[in-house]
């Protein structure tokens, strides 16, 4: 059964960066997409994008400035990494299985933007 | 853009009721690239349709999903305790991915 954990700092500082890691376990992070979706508290879901094993991404529009992601297939883990956030950035992160659509998800982490 | 919209927003049914959800797309959704989840409080979304209609692996057959291009149906045919959650539809036919604003079925 695959298991995926976000792990990351739950508060992070206006303007500064926002950095969480996936660990996938129960299975191999080759050979498929992996996807971030976060959810402000209260409300809907929101695609942030998608990493393939290989490297490659695709990011929503509205956060490409300033969000980037990595792959590292080593330690069968993936990253978000999202700069200069605001308090319109906290939310609860999900990382996911799947760059369509997702049938396994982590449990989540809530990271709130406050000084 | 693909924007979704899902109605109604709050839907009050008893156990043992048929929920009817729809999800309206803004454009047309391609080979119906469209799944549905089920979110209940503190967990993390679940998968219950993928392809607009077929069922994710485990999911009761009560669970039912039909539609094509802008127009997206899912329909629980009979209410358990457990189906009372928030539903989001989502597709996946064009980047960037975007999901509908949720519907809460609660109990009457």
């Known amino acids: 059964q695959v298991q995926l954990q976000e792990s990351g700092p739950g508060l992070v500082k206006p303007s500064e960066t926002l950095s969480l890691t996936c660990t996938v376990s129960?299975?191999?992070?080759?050979?498929?997409?992996w996807s971030w979706i976060r959810q402000p508290a209260g409300k809907g879901l929101e695609w942030v994008g998608r990493i393939s094993a290989s490297g490659s991404t695709n990011l929503n529009p509205s956060l490409k400035s300033r969000v980037s992601m990595s792959v590292d297939t080593s330690k069968n883990q993936f990253s978000l990494s999202l700069s200069s956030v605001t308090a319109a950035d906290t939310a609860v992160y999900y990382c996911?299985?799947?760059?369509?659509?997702?049938?396994?998800w982590g449990q989540g982490t809530l990271v709130t933007v406050s000084s | 853009e693909i924007v979704l919209t899902q109605s109604p927003g709050t839907l009050s049914l008893s156990p043992g009721e048929r929920a009817t959800l729809s999800c309206r797309a803004s454009?047309?959704?391609?080979?119906?690239?469209l799944v549905w989840y089920q979110q209940k409080p503190g967990q993390a979304p679940r998968l219950l349709i993928y392809g607009a209609s077929s069922r994710a692996t485990g999911i009761p057959d009560r669970f039912s999903g039909s539609g094509s291009g802008t127009d997206f149906t899912l329909t629980i045919s009979r209410l358990e305790p457990e189906d009372f959650a928030v539903y989001y539809c989502q597709q996946y036919g064009s980047l960037p991915l975007t999901f509908g604003p949720g519907t809460k079925v609660g109990i009457k």
């Open positions: 454009q047309s959704v391609s080979s119906s690239y």
């Open positions: 996911a299985r799947g760059g369509s659509y997702n049938n396994y």
């Open positions: 129960g299975g191999s992070i080759s050979n498929n997409y």
